[in-house]
Nanobody
Framework: QVQLVESGGGLVQVGGSLRLSCAAS????????MGWYRQASGKQRELVAS???????NFADSVKGRFTISRDNAKNTLYLEMNSLKPEDTALYYC?????????????????WGQGTQVTVSS
C-alpha cells in the first residue's frame, strides 16, 4: 500500500505564497503520475496540476503562471509552489498518485489519495 501525507497548508493573505508537500511512503514498486487536486466548499474536486515521473507537467487554466509543480523522485515527494494566491484558491488540497505495488505474484496499479491540507486565502 501507499500512504500520502500532505503538509504546508495554512492561512495566507491575498497575493501571498504557500508551498505544499506530499510525502509518499509504504510498500510500492514505483510511482508514476502524481498530482494535486482541490475541493472548495460546495464544489467538486478539480485537478490543479499534475506531473509525470518524467517531469511532464499539466496545469489548470486558473493556476497557470502562478503555481509550479515539482517532484523529487529520490525522496518520493511531490511539491506545489503557489504564488499570487487569490481567495478562489481557498480549498482543501489533495495529493494523488498512481503507484504500482507487488503482491500475490503480480503487479497492481492503483490510485492513491492523501487526507488533504487546507489552504485559506483571506482578502
Amino acid at each position: 500500500q501507499v500512504q500520502l501525507v500532505e503538509s504546508g497548508g495554512g492561512l495566507v493573505q491575498v497575493g501571498g505564497s504557500l508551498r505544499l508537500s506530499c510525502a509518499a511512503s509504504g510498500s510500492f514498486f514505483s510511482i508514476y503520475a502524481m498530482g494535486w487536486y482541490r475541493q472548495a466548499s460546495g464544489k467538486q474536486r478539480e485537478l490543479v496540476a499534475s506531473i509525470t515521473n518524467g517531469g511532464r507537467t499539466n496545469f489548470a487554466d486558473s493556476v497557470k503562471g502562478r503555481f509550479t509543480i515539482s517532484r523529487d523522485n529520490a525522496k518520493n515527494t511531490l511539491y506545489l509552489e503557489m504564488n499570487s494566491l487569490k481567495p478562489e484558491d481557498t480549498a482543501l488540497y489533495y495529493c494523488n498518485a498512481g503507484a504500482t505495488t507487488y503482491g500475490d505474484g503480480r503487479y497492481t496499479l492503483n490510485n492513491y489519495w492523501g487526507q488533504g491540507t487546507q489552504v485559506t486565502v483571506s482578502s
